[in-house]
């Protein structure tokens, strides 16, 4: 073929859309974004971060590690400038804060306790708050304590007001095996209803036998956009003697008059996945989308998994699907997981999730889907850092198509990865092709 019209044809198709280039195995680059922000710049912060979208608004919220355990805030209108609020909280350690909007204010959730480390056995018997501040205001209120446990809070607004969810138990002896509770609170109101239990630990037992128990962790809450159907999922755990199952559920329920009632919960992992845990939900005007972690267990054990997939689902749709592609790793170094952020917004859906697929050097990638999670596009680099590893990322999408995705910075010291600073970066989330310059020659 003449090289000037086989040239010609490539770059029509590509064009048209119909071939599109190979990206690198870890994901082609981010094309068009704007360049990371260090949001932080303290060289001090937790690996939990929280991540909201408002009225052209966007907020962070995240906790100090090392010598500020305290609450920050980030907010900025889309084309503005980062203001950064710092909330100090004494002699508490915070934990796992969670953002959402109420019209232009950002409202911060988040867990506090005495000096211990949340995930350990022994600190979880120690009691908890669960605290909330609206981010414009001065006065950080209570919600309910003593509270035991890995307690991690997600929080979802919508017209019917402000909607909460947490694991937790009221009794020490049992910190690890907490129930799921939820409360609300309307907007002409300062207070918080009383928490209840929405879901036990118990329920997704099958069967009791001597030696079984169940546990919850990381419930994750989302609002239909005619906001009387509430959508919840979370991780379940399920224990007989030394053997270990974990799950993803999903549980819908309608609002009413101040009321929820439930809907029987369902379980969406498959059952040949018996290490899917770290969900994330997402809800468009059509559909309901939920991404987590599928975990391998290599021969270092349950806390040293040598490779993972991220999965993704449809409620009500197809089985679910491996997004992630091939496997992606994660170095032996804790942190030894990766968790993903799923986010659906202005006709597309993207999921985050870290961990690097040739190489060692862990990476923030995202994948968007145009038409609901049906196909997806291909690999992309958010972080493309240089030398840390970026890790936990979140994401939202605006009715623009914009991707807001935040994520934290490790540094090694020694064997251990230490959280560094937490970095920011948005672009377009429809970004299927990547167009490779052409020299076009006569023969």
Known sequence: MNKHVGGLLIALLLAGGLISMVLAADGGPWAGAEPAVNISKSQDVSEHSALALGDG???IAWSGKKTTQDIYLAEKEFDGEWNVQHWPQGEQVTWYPT????????????VQGTTSVPGFVPALNRPRAVMQRDGHGVQAQTI???????????LSIASTGMHMVFVATTISETATQGDIYYTHRNFTQTEWSSPTIVMTRAQAIQSRVQWNSAHIWWPRLAIEENETRLHLTWEQEYRYGTSYTFTIWHMSGTWDAGTITWDIPEQVSPPEQTRAVRPSIAIDEDNVHISWSELYIGTGGLLAPEAQHINYVQIGAEPSIRISGEA??????????TTSSIAAGGGNVCATWHGFYTGEKEETIMRC????GKTWDALLNVSESQNLLSLFPKVKVDAGDQAHVVWVEFSLVGNSLIPYDLYYRTGTSDVSRIFLPLILRRK
Request: proline share 10%; no cysteine.
């Open 99 to 110: 953002v959402a909007y109420s019209g232009t204010e950002p409202i911060v959730a988040w």
């Open 57 to 59: 608004r966007v907020a």
């Open 328 to 337: 992606i790793r994660v170095n032996n170094r804790q942190p030894t997981w």
């Open 144 to 154: 309910i304590t003593p509270m035991f446990g890995d307690i991690n809070p997600d």
């Open 369 to 372: 889907s145009k038409d609901g």
